[in-house]
């Protein structure tokens, strides 16, 4: 009899038939037989969290190989199990897994991020702002970065960013009616490699809707208008600028995340206020990587002409009110509420900046967080959801989209 205990590979390859075959506390079981002689480390955690994001389909994504799955992160895997594909054991599960987590955790930031979704989905915001700030101290993202609660939004200081400058208008077009006007951000690096595709194809697709086009220009100036070609101010209603001083460290591991990119995500959204002041029509708020395949007419009125915002909404499910949004598209419009939503917007993403928590992903949890805290208290707050099938990329083909991103899965965070 062969008492040599299995290798970490032989481990690995079991938990694909284990993922298809099993569900519930039986599939929790299996995997924490497996997973407990696995050496333990929480390095693995955002690891694993991708891998399992990406699927068990055969294939595991070539960047999330989980060759370190742990014992502490192979329990929260077991629990992500139960989450994503128990159906009428799902309650059992969960509370199961909470018994245990108390039990061998108490304090472990995963116990308490997993802790406060539940509670979030109570719905419990006091008391999952608690336990999402004790996440926030050890290990900012992505859950440390949700803030539910009527008193955090309550009481957000109303006061502007203190790392740079407030935007500066480079260009402004003496006609700036327009029935919509789609926004977008960038560094210089990004305006230079991703523009030219963008207004080849929003040129191609703009004419019958009369959409106009806004471009904000992070860490730049008027050197760098030089990149947009005389014919594309046909298009542009508007450029600003502004700089940003950011930090020169840079940090992306499994307790700190400070990553330079989160600002260029959040900069078009801190904007909202000041372009519904000006422009005083709907925004859409897009990606520069992306190219258009299609007439934008659907973006003007008469389209979501009650709305307040309008975005594509994701099954959160186990990762929490973190990923419920997809914001490559995302609308507001000037109504009260939609400009309350773009105010609140703006000052929770400088609050939480303001105190460095810049983790990837910053905007979609701000914006997640605003939106279910509108609907709790403002039961006429119209929100439009948008097909999925809108947005398709490179890894994720879509029948007909109407954008196409151009880096990644447009599903996950690359």
Not at 110 to 121: F, G, K, Q, Y
Not at 196 to 216: D, N, W
Request: proline share 7%.
């Amino acid at each position: 009899m062969d008492d040599t205990p299995p290798s970490q590979e032989d481990l690995i390859a079991a938990l694909p038939e284990i993922m298809s075959t099993t569900t519930g506390l039986r599939r929790i079981r299996l995997l924490e037989q497996i997973l407990k002689i696995i050496p333990d480390s929480m390095a693995a955690y955002r690891v694993l969290r991708l891998a399992y994001q990406r699927g068990w389909q055969g294939e595991p994504h070539p960047d999330s190989l989980p060759y370190h799955i742990v014992t502490d992160d192979g329990f929260y895997f077991a629990l992500l199990t139960a989450f994503d594909h128990c159906r009428q054991d799902r309650l059992d599960a969960t509370v199961e897994i909470v018994r245990t987590l108390a039990t061998i955790r108490p304090a472990h930031p995963i116990t308490n991020e997993l802790l406060a979704n539940l509670l979030h989905d109570g719905p419990e915001y006091e008391r999952a702002d608690t336990l999402y700030t004790t996440v926030a101290r050890r290990y900012a993202w992505p859950s440390g970065l949700n803030r539910c609660s009527d008193r955090y939004f309550q009481t957000l200081p109303d006061h502007a960013l203190a790392l740079g400058t407030p935007p500066q208008w480079l260009y402004q077009r003496k006609d700036t009616l327009s029935p919509a006007i789609a926004v977008i951000s960038a560094d210089p690096h990004y305006l230079e490699r991703y523009l030219p595709k963008f207004l080849e194809t929003f040129s191609q697709h703009r004419a019958e809707s009369g959409l106009s086009l806004h471009l904000h220009i992070v860490n730049g100036d008027e050197t760098h208008t030089r990149l947009i070609p005389p014919s594309a101010y046909d298009l542009i209603c508007g450029i600003t600028c502004e700089t940003m001083d950011l930090p020169d460290e840079e940090i992306n591991h499994a307790y700190i995340c400070r990553e330079h990119r989160t600002y260029y995500a959040c900069a078009r959204f801190r904007l909202l206020p000041m372009l519904l002041k000006h422009y005083v029509c709907p925004l859409w708020i897009l990606d520069i990587d992306i190219e258009i395949n299609r007439s934008l007419s659907m973006l003007c009125p008469p389209h979501y002409a009650n709305a307040d915002i309008a975005y594509i909404p994701l099954s959160a499910g186990w990762a929490g009110p973190f990923v419920s949004c997809f914001v490559t598209i995302f609308g507001l419009f000037p109504t009260p509420l939609g400009i309350q939503a773009a105010q609140l917007i703006r000052a929770s993403i400088e609050e939480r900046l303001n105190i460095g928590q810049s983790g990837w992903g910053l905007d979609q949890a701000v914006i997640a967080n605003t939106l279910c805290y509108l609907r709790r208290h403002h039961p006429d707050f119209q929100v439009a959801s948008l097909s999925a099938g809108l947005v398709g990329s490179k890894n994720t083909p879509t029948e007909s989209p109407l954008l196409t991103s151009l880096v990644g899965s447009c599903h996950t965070d690359e």
